[in-house]
């Protein structure tokens, strides 16, 4: 069984903390069609807040399937183009975006990879304008999610299904803190904790991070004016939203040109219904020069030929060991969890809002400051409890920022 309760209590965080819908805005949400009893209560909490039009599209696994087995070759080239121009649309506009995570994160990992490749890819370009507008943080936006019985049973094989729905269900009310009687206050003091994390790291102003470890010896330059954020933002729009429910990392910019040595992931990586695990790779001057994987390589290498930008980093960022997420010792198998519970790189697109810069960069501008652009933006995990951090000034002067996993 699911708690009632909590259930009700997340749909009121994501309206008012996760999205913070304003009066009068519309919210265009994306879920799961079995997410629709969180789907109906965020509805109601939208509209009490006061908001405009409540628009939501779910998506059915058994649908996505249907197509891999029965529908012709250049079924996988295409992409609903016509509704991901219409989100265009709807957030230059102003609409307000929610997305809820909860499908089977191996759905498509006893597909054709050429398949699933072709399939990503067409999907990626079409979406890149609405993409854009949510990386470049136009409008206030958040992501929650569901415990889809098809997840809970990749977490928890053992168990029977209601059980292990009910588990996971427990994990993430857990994560997203509305396991406390105000989630809304909780999340505020959250907030405040992580704002003196990336206050510190703004003030040091470091030149490049250097991560040791296992198998890991790497250096990330870090792009010029970067901005280390966290937690609560603003949006363009001016709303300050918590675009992730559960968050515990601090985040920002790498230089594109400047990443150099060899890194190894420390979880599994879950790419659109694909399991990649045991990433190893090089960079050479920001680019990967070599990669493999003991699981799913043929994925990977797809998704590292997708364009240029492909092969570069797009964000570093920083969660302690202790976090809650890392704690509780599940793997998710879903970014959203997984990557609050160690310390990530992102491939390919960069957030253009984690500059000091007082006005919007143009496309350039982000690019002549070192951050990068691509089609793509894949997080996966390199840390661990046996990660050390050090951070680089322009002078060459180290100093600790983690040590086993831990702020210094
Ligand atoms: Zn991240
Ligand atoms: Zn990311």
Redesign the pocket.
């Known amino acids: 069984m699911i708690d009632e309760k909590k259930l009700d209590r997340l749909a009121e965080l994501s309206v008012k903390t996760g999205v913070a819908l304003q009066p009068g805005q519309d919210l265009l949400l994306t879920a799961p069609v079995e997410a629709l009893p969180l789907v109906r209560r965020i509805a109601i909490h939208a509209y009490k807040a006061g908001a405009g039009v409540v628009t939501p599209l779910f998506s059915d696994p058994e649908i996505v399937l249907a197509r891999y087995k029965h529908a012709p070759s250049q079924s996988f080239d295409k992409a609903a183009a016509w509704l991901y121009n219409g989100m265009s649309e709807a957030f230059d506009n102003n609409t307000a975006r929610m997305a809820i995570a909860g499908d089977d994160p191996m759905l498509l990992s006893n597909e054709d990879p050429d398949k699933v490749g072709r399939a990503n890819k067409a999907n990626s370009i079409a979406l890149k304008p609405a993409r854009e507008r949510i990386t470049q943080f136009k409008v206030n936006w958040n992501i929650i999610s569901w415990p889809g019985k098809a997840w809970a049973m990749r977490m928890f094989p053992e168990l029977p299904i209601d059980e292990a729905q009910a588990k996971l269900a427990d994990a993430i009310f857990s994560a997203s803190r509305v396991d406390f009687d105000d989630p809304v206050k909780a999340w505020e003091d959250h907030n405040a904790k992580l704002r003196v994390r990336s206050n510190w790291l703004n003030e040091k102003s470091f030149h490049a991070l250097h991560f040791s470890g296992p198998n890991t010896d790497l250096t990330v330059g870090l792009a010029e004016d970067h901005e280390w954020m966290g937690g609560a933002s603003k949006a363009e729009n001016g709303v300050v939203c918590n675009p992730n429910i559960p968050s515990e ?1 601090v ?1 920002t910019t790498p230089h594109a040109l400047r990443v150099d040595g060899k890194v190894s992931s420390t979880k599994p990586l879950s790419h659109q219904g694909s399991l990649i695990d045991n990433i190893q790779v090089q960079f050479e001057a920001g680019k990967i020069v070599e990669a493999k994987a003991s699981k799913g390589e043929e994925v990977l290498l797809k998704v590292l030929d997708s364009d240029e930008g492909a092969r570069r980093l797009g ?1 570093v ?1 920083l969660v302690p060991d202790s976090s809650p997420i890392s704690q509780s010792g599940l793997l998710f198998y879903n970014t959203l969890f997984d ?1 609050n519970a160690a310390c ?1 790189i ?1 491939l390919g697109q960069c957030y253009s809002k984690c500059f000091k810069s007082k006005t919007n960069l143009s496309e350039a501008e982000v690019k002549a400051k070192g951050g990068n652009s691509s089609m793509i933006h894949i ?1 996966w995990m390199i840390g661990s409890k046996e990660i050390d951090i050090d951070g680089i000034s322009e002078s060459g002067d180290r100093t600790p920022v983690f040590r086993k996993g831990e702020w210094v």
């Open positions: 990392e985040f964000e960022a990557e990530h992102a997080d």
